[in-house]
């Protein structure tokens, strides 16, 4: 990484030499709005299937304009869920602007 130089030689590191270290996209980049959706067991698929259908519905009224929809089944105490664990590093990496998700647990 080449740093930036004051008139006086000191180095100066910007928060854009930080974000190309940790390899983290520039601001001008699109990120994503995502809806993550999950249920905890395959037989509520079908609450699976309503629980996307009326996030859709909420974020079509609310005026956002979504970019991918992520439905999961899984336990809510399980962390190392696929898709869960793939939208955690997609949020940390900036690829992601917002979680949208109908409850917290």
Avoid at 12 to 35: A, F
Avoid at 39 to 57: G, I
Avoid at 69 to 95: A, T, Y
Wanted: proline residues 4%; charged residues 25%; positive net charge.
């Amino acid at each position: 990484m080449v740093a930036d130089r004051t008139l006086g030689k000191h180095r100066v590191y910007t928060q854009k030499h930080i974000n190309e270290l940790k390899g983290l996209l520039p601001n001008d980049m699109k990120r994503s709005i995502i809806v993550y959706c999950r249920v905890s067991s395959p037989s509520q698929r079908p609450d699976l299937e309503n629980l996307v259908k009326a996030m859709d519905t909420f974020c079509n009224a609310s005026g956002l304009k979504i970019d991918q929809v992520i439905p999961e089944i899984g336990g809510s105490m399980n962390f190392k869920r696929k898709k869960f664990l793939n939208l955690l590093f997609g949020m940390l990496s900036g690829q992601v602007s917002t979680i949208i998700v109908a409850h917290k647990d």
